[in-house]
């Protein structure tokens, strides 16, 4: 098994694009021949376009991009950016009449992050696509880990940066990758060891990341910060 950039699987394009000022930002990833997907849509709120065509009982059988965004719900608007790129070249399910762009998208909660006025719209999702491709990802605190944060469960006095990133391997001919804009509630934590990559910032300003704790015993005696 070798590791491989997340661009160097076939056909595959990301772009991002974002506001640091306004801390938000989204990423598109593109593949314009069409490719087959899949969905498991988890946590307690949501924001997804274009889910349910990705129902194997549906008619449409693959999709040109996906998008994955800041901006709450608003945020969704930059798909529509990705779908104008993508009708501009001719890329879509063809309907006869024009070729419809299958665009699959999710967001990210950053209004607390930056100016929540401003949000991933039409414009930025386009762009996005202008910026994409096939060159290695930039990753971090772009596109749409602009404004993504961990470790939220105390407030965002507590929370410490997120990011996005990508990973992938090759072994033989199969490729494998993942892209990932990570802003979870709680902590993030490496599986191997239990150690804490990025967690909730602890009393004083010191940060709980790459140490092993009692999150019952912490939560307790650390409690949340008036």
Do not use: W
Request: proline share 3%.
């Amino acid at each position: 098994m070798q590791h491989i950039a997340f661009t160097d699987i076939d056909d595959i394009q990301v772009g991002h694009a974002h506001d640091l000022e306004a801390g938000t930002g989204c990423t598109v990833v593109i593949c314009e021949k069409g490719a087959t997907a899949g969905i498991d849509v988890r946590g307690g709120a949501p924001g997804t376009r274009e889910s349910d065509l990705l129902d194997p009982v549906n008619l449409v059988e693959q999709i040109h991009a996906v998008v994955l965004s800041g901006g709450s719900a608003f945020g969704l608007d930059s798909a529509s950016g990705v779908m104008q790129y993508l009708e501009e070249k001719h890329i879509g399910f063809d309907v006869q009449v024009t070729r419809v762009p299958i665009v699959c998208g999710a967001v990210l909660f950053d209004l607390a992050i930056g100016d929540h006025r401003i949000r991933p719209d039409k414009a930025m999702g386009y762009q996005a696509c202008v910026n994409a491709t096939n060159r290695p990802c930039a990753e971090g605190c772009v596109g749409a880990g602009t404004g993504a944060t961990v470790g939220k469960i105390l407030g965002m006095g507590r929370a410490m940066k997120g990011g996005l990133g990508c990973h992938a391997v090759q072994v033989g001919t199969l490729k494998v990758g993942a892209l990932v804009a990570v802003n979870c509630l709680g902590d993030v934590i490496d599986p191997e060891n239990g150690e804490h990559l990025a967690a909730i910032h602890a009393v004083g300003g010191s940060v709980n990341a790459t140490t092993s704790y009692d999150r019952t015993n912490y939560y307790q005696t650390v409690g949340p910060q008036e």
